[in-house]
């Protein structure tokens, strides 16, 4: 059965840094590419990017990519989404996906 | 980016009846393979979205037959034939053409 277990939101202050994992299982994790997205709290879905099943190539949207980096250790088969100078709007519940599949999501608050 | 727009439903939907969700791209989401490149999702109330359809009209594993997916190259729907209690949510479509991916802004269905 795949699993996707996302983990390390929380509450964080405003400019500070964070890095949310995500750990797979139920699936050969280094044949596949996975993705990070989020959901505000008024519902919208944003896409953030994601990454080549080797680690080699990453795509982000535009608005995110000077403060998000996605990374992966097909190792321990874990997915990384480190977030940097977050912003209110930031706050969100972020989900790993892959295709079909994803996690619980794991939420973020961004406030003072 | 491909800009995606959902329309509203008609809400509550009587259970027992047929709804359809329409979705339109700014872009047209077919390539030249011949696929066009359209997921459906929904969210349940609490949980995590769940993939419905993918490549416009394909049905993901374990999905109930009386979803299905159709339309052109920007003008889609999705057709929930008999609605029950379970299909009550917030649907999602998604373009996956084109970087960055996009969704549409969500379209709720209750049930009366």
């Known amino acids: 059965e795949v699993q996707l277990v996302e983990s390390g939101g929380g509450l964080v202050q405003p400019g500070a840094s964070l890095k949310l994992s995500c750990v797979a299982s139920?699936?050969?994790?280094?044949?596949?590419?996975m993705s990070w997205v989020r959901q505000t709290p008024g519902k919208t879905m944003e896409w953030i990017g994601d990454?080549?099943?080797?680690?080699?190539?990453?795509n982000y949207a535009p608005s995110l990519k000077n403060r998000f980096t996605i990374s992966r250790d097909n190792a321990k088969s874990t997915l990384y989404l480190q977030m940097s100078n977050v912003r209110s709007e930031d706050t969100a519940t972020y989900y790993c996906?892959?295709?079909?599949?994803w996690g619980q999501g794991t939420l973020v608050t961004v406030s003072s | 980016d491909i800009v995606m727009t959902q329309g509203a439903l008609p809400n509550p939907v009587p259970s027992g009846e047929s709804a359809s969700i329409t979705c339109q791209s700014s872009?047209?989401?077919?390539?030249?393979?011949?696929?066009?490149?359209l997921n459906w999702y929904l969210q349940r109330p609490g949980q995590s979205p769940q993939l419905l359809i993918y490549?416009?009209?394909t049905r993901a594993s374990g999905v109930s037959d009386r979803f299905s997916g159709s339309g052109s190259g920007t003008d889609f729907t999705l057709k929930i034939s008999s609605v029950e209690a379970e299909d009550v949510g917030v649907y999602y479509c998604?373009?996956?053409?084109?970087?960055?991916?996009?969704f549409g802004g969500g379209t709720k269905l209750e049930l009366k």
């Open positions: 996906t892959k295709f079909a599949y």
């Open positions: 139920g699936f050969t994790f280094s044949d596949y590419w």
């Open positions: 990454i080549k099943y080797d680690g080699s190539y990453t």
């Open positions: 872009k047209s989401l077919l390539h030249s393979n011949g696929k066009t490149y």
């Open positions: 490549w416009m009209s």
């Open positions: 998604q373009q996956f053409l084109e970087y960055p991916r996009t």
